[in-house]
């Protein structure tokens, strides 16, 4: 019932009916796992100054369809944040515009499942711009991939004291660590998660 209403609310909602085929119910074997670099943590006030994300289809990363783009943000880049993800104003120059890589977002994405490590974060920085632009929110299934570990591990803890941690999911699971706080790269590593999460699930 409340699936319902949700899309019926997407459908009068959407403004752009090149759109429609979001509001489609996903009947194939790919995800999407994406990550944001932004200019700080508040959806409301800041930008995305990087968006990477990497297709999964089955067990296997299709590291030949991955989507990494550099965006110029409307706001000053504040200090805190480039120690975070060491991208400065000059890195920028030749970026592009949010309204730009939006859109090539969406294209790329289509209506898959969409992965991340907190995707919560991630989804209210896209929406901020793909709201105003085609009515309502991205609709895509979302698949938080701590929420996965978590109920796997919850039951072999006593305590029930499950470290969610990137960093601690990664080294628990044995993969290998790259350069982090880079949008393709933790989107290629949470990628790595859901896979290896899915494999233990088996």
Do not use: W
């Not at 403004?15 to 999407?32: I, M, R, T």
């Not at 508040?42 to 968006?51: E, G, L, R």
């Not at 994300?53 to 369809?65: E, F, V």
């Amino acid at each position: 019932m409340f699936k319902f209403i949700i899309d019926y609310l997407n459908k009068k909602g959407l403004k752009d009916p090149n759109y429609a085929y979001l509001l489609q119910d996903y009947d194939g074997d790919e995800f999407v796992c994406f990550d944001c670099e932004t200019t700080g943590l508040n959806p409301k006030v800041d930008d995305i100054i990087s968006i990477g994300a990497i297709k999964i289809k089955g067990n296997k990363l299709l590291t030949s369809q991955k989507f990494e783009r550099f965006i110029k943000p409307k706001t000053k880049l504040a200090s805190d944040s480039i120690k975070v993800h060491m991208i400065r104003e000059c890195d920028l120059i030749d970026a592009k515009d949010i309204n730009d890589v939006i859109v090539e977002f969406m294209e790329f994405v289509g209506n898959r499942p969409l992965i991340g490590y907190y995707i919560e974060f991630d989804m209210a920085m896209v929406n901020k711009y793909i709201k105003p632009k085609i009515g309502i929110k991205l609709p895509n299934k979302q698949i938080e991939v701590s929420a996965i570990y978590y109920d796997q591990k919850i039951g072999l803890i006593p305590q029930g004291n499950v470290d969610l941690r990137f960093d601690s999911i990664m080294k628990d699971l044995g993969l290998p660590r790259l350069g982090k706080h880079d949008a393709i790269n933790d989107a290629i590593m949470t990628a790595m998660m859901f896979v290896k999460l899915n494999r233990k699930s088996l």
